[in-house]
């Protein structure tokens, strides 16, 4: 059974940057799809991107899109989430996820049954 464990969250001000990381273990990494998602207080959980056993197949949520960078480092077991020009409305816990596979719409990921524990992202001036 594969275990995901994230880190990488803070408090930054807006415009900032952050790196997330997602440590996988109990399968091999180069065989998994890779996601992550986020929930904030309130709202439903909203996929932030995936990426696929090959790296040329990755998606990303439109609202993070051109911001948010998602790659993979299958030597090290670990996935990684660079977050760029963080804005207001990115605060949430941040959760990797092992999909089916990666799609557009993030259905798959979004009903991952394996998932982390999350890391907290705070955005404040």
């Known amino acids: 059974q594969v275990q995901l464990v994230e880190s990488g969250g803070g408090l930054v001000h807006p415009g900032s940057s952050l790196r997330l990381t997602c440590a996988v273990s109990g399968i091999p990494m180069e065989s998994l799809a890779i996601g992550w998602f986020r929930q904030a207080p309130g709202k439903e959980r909203e996929g932030v991107a995936c990426i696929n056993v090959l790296e040329e197949g990755t998606f990303y949520g439109d609202s993070v899109k051109g911001r948010f960078t998602i790659s993979r480092d299958n030597g090290k077991n670990t996935v990684y989430l660079q977050m760029n020009n963080l804005k207001p409305e990115d605060p949430a816990i941040y959760h990797c996820?092992?999909?089916?596979?990666?799609?557009?719409?993030?259905?798959?990921?979004?009903?991952?049954?394996?998932w982390g524990q999350g890391t907290q992202v705070t955005v404040s001036s």
């Open positions: 996820a092992q999909p089916k596979f990666c799609a557009s719409s993030f259905n798959y990921v979004l009903a991952a049954r394996s």
